[in-house]
């Protein structure tokens, strides 16, 4: 299955669900329409499900799209990145990627963590 994304928001959120088979250039094109529906729906935090992801994420396409995410960014936008325990090796790497060039993001596989981090309670 081809790798797709749902993107609802909510009152004070974006929630956004993707699944399918990992595709780098999917990827990129997903992060820009969740910032244009970030934009559109003045909402500043992003809740994102990639529970459903699969297939690896290699390391080199994590690094391109935290620096892509970061570079897209706007400077109030928070993600909250929740993935499967052992879905992805060394987890922090994209967050850790994203913030030293600026990105808000906290990568957790827990649902309850991933929304205090945001502030939130979920919908």
Request: avoid cysteine; charged fraction near 30%; glycine fraction near 6%.
């Amino acid at each position: 299955m081809r790798q797709q994304i749902t993107i609802d928001p909510k009152k004070e959120y974006l929630h956004v669900e993707v699944s399918g088979a990992f595709d780098k250039a999917n990827a990129r094109e997903f992060l820009r329409q969740i910032f244009g529906a970030s934009r559109e729906h003045a909402l500043s935090k992003v809740f994102v499900d990639i529970r459903n992801i699969r297939g690896p994420i290699p390391t080199m396409a994590r690094f391109e799209l935290a620096e892509f995410l970061a570079s897209e960014k706007d400077d109030q936008i928070r993600f909250a990145v929740l993935e499967s325990p052992g879905q992805v090796p060394d987890d922090r790497f994209f967050e850790t990627v994203a913030a030293n060039r600026g990105g808000i993001v906290r990568v957790a596989t827990d649902v309850e963590e991933a929304f205090q981090w945001l502030g939130i309670k979920p919908a």
